[in-house]
């Protein structure tokens, strides 16, 4: 896919957030609402979000795809290292990253974008891909704008 297709699917997925995601609903519909559209544009492998809970863990919320880990530690993995790094990480190969955690055989590349309430990490959206070096600085942008649209 070319940059400028991209940005343009990225572009119409923004549009089509801005007109499902709703203050007055939970987190849950909002972020299932996220995933549907994600995968709709997209078509990942997996696509979905970890809420920190009251056990300081990332905990599994809504998703699209194949079974995940419900619970991750602050730190561990990709999901958990965004969430302690705050900020965003773009895995090329994710056979590479050390400490990663293979919920899943089949996914090669991965980008995991943390959610702020603040300055504090409450979530974070992780998207994994089955093909290697799936995700760059277009998804970061965008995939950063997107989940800044979230009400919490």
């Known amino acids: 896919m070319t940059k400028q297709a991209k940005q343009e699917l990225y572009e119409q997925l923004l549009i089509e957030a801005d007109a499902v995601i709703d203050s007055n609903i939970s987190w849950i519909g909002n972020t299932a609402n996220l995933c549907a559209l ?28 194949p079974v995940a880990c419900t619970l991750i530690s602050h730190g561990k993995g990709v999901c958990g290292t965004a969430w302690k790094e705050q ?21 090669n590349s991965e980008i995991v974008v943390p959610i702020f309430k603040g300055e504090t990490t409450v979530a974070v959206l992780d998207i994994d891909s089955v093909e290697f070096n799936t995700f760059d600085e277009t998804d970061q942008y965008y995939l950063e704008r997107l989940v800044k649209r979230l009400p919490f």
């Not at 997209?42 to 809504?62: A, I, S």
């Open 87 to 107: 900020k965003t990480i773009i895995v090329p190969d994710v056979h590479q990253f050390e400490g990663h955690i293979a919920c899943s055989a089949a996914s």
């Open 38 to 65: 994600i995968q709709s544009h997209f078509q990942h492998w997996w696509c979905g979000f970890y809420f920190v809970n009251t056990n300081n863990q990332l905990e599994l919320g809504p998703f699209v795809g």
